[in-house]
């Protein structure tokens, strides 16, 4: 019979082989194969019945409910009888599952969990990253909601949609005075998040590209070429840097009438002129001068 328990942490000695799997395995959002326990709720610890190697452990909640879960014998369990824990917080020793996190404590705590365990990796190794680099990757996986109840919106419960989309349609119905669209948070893996992009064309240049392009034909999608990829593939300025006037400009004459684009073509066509002939009178004077 175990009298006390007292745990000790193995020094962690991986080398960068053994890191990078680790980090591959939190970008795409895999659950680890060990993976520890979180408390599904703030409440009380307690030890019910043992059942088939297995120890009863038991959170209860202020309202009286009772949370259980079965843990293998094996297993390092880090509360006591009596201790009480709050929602998300580890209650078994291994690496917590991403989507358990999502859930229990929400899309920040989850972004810091990720870069936190990116950085020990590569801490280990001696390497330094700001945690931007890592960040901007994070928000990526982290883009797209889950539509729970579609309320006065055009979604269809159970759709996947862009984070940004979505709280722009929440607050233009809220102006209006209609009841916005509910929704979960979502956490995609850089694979997965990379084709669920709005652009076919951005999702053909990176895998699965028969089925990207065979269902945009399908559907009769149309790409609006917004993002960056798409539009290096097609030739065009990327929006972004210098580029953002090109496309501003571009926006600006799409929504002009055919009588405004013509006299803006005129007048184009007329500076040219002027400057072509003021080029020449130049030319003349120079070569009268050298006459």
Avoid: C
Avoid at 130 to 137: F, G, L, P, R, T
Avoid at 189 to 197: D, P, Q, R, Y
Avoid at 209 to 227: Q, S
Wanted: aromatic share 4%.
């Amino acid at each position: 019979e175990v009298l006390a328990r007292i745990p000790i942490e193995g020094q962690k000695t991986r080398d960068i082989t053994g890191g990078l799997p680790r980090v591959a395995e939190l970008f795409e959002a895999r659950s680890p194969k060990d993976k520890g326990v979180l408390a599904e709720s703030t409440g009380t610890i307690s030890f019910g019945k043992e059942t088939k190697g297995k120890v009863r452990l038991q959170i209860t909640d202020p309202e009286g409910k009772v949370w259980e879960e079965l843990v293998p014998k094996e297993k390092n369990i880090l509360v006591h009888e009596g201790q009480v824990v709050n929602k998300g917080e580890s209650v078994v020793d291994g690496p917590a599952d991403p989507q358990d996190i999502l859930r229990l404590l929400g899309s920040e705590e989850l972004a810091r969990y990720i870069v936190d365990e990116v950085q020990d990796v590569y801490r280990l190794q001696g390497v330094k990253i700001n945690d931007k680099h890592i960040e901007v990757i994070v928000r990526q996986m982290l883009r797209r909601v889950v539509v729970e109840a579609a309320g006065d919106s055009s979604y269809i419960n159970g759709e996947q949609v862009e984070r940004s989309e979505m709280l722009n349609t929440n607050d233009a119905l809220r102006a209006e005075g209609k009841i916005p669209a509910t929704y979960t948070n979502l956490l995609l893996g850089i694979t997965k998040a990379s084709l669920s992009t709005d652009s076919f064309i951005s999702a053909a240049s990176f895998q699965e590209t028969t089925r990207v392009l065979t269902e945009a034909a399908i559907m009769g999608k149309r790409d609006e070429l917004r993002g960056l990829k798409e539009n290096v593939i097609v030739g065009r300025l990327i929006p972004a840097g210098t580029g953002m006037a090109y496309h501003e400009a571009r926006k600006v004459r799409e929504q002009m009438d055919d009588a405004e684009r013509r006299a803006i073509a005129d007048a184009e066509a007329a500076e040219l002129a002027g400057e072509s002939d003021t080029a020449t009178a130049g030319d003349i004077s120079e070569s009268g001068l050298n006459d």
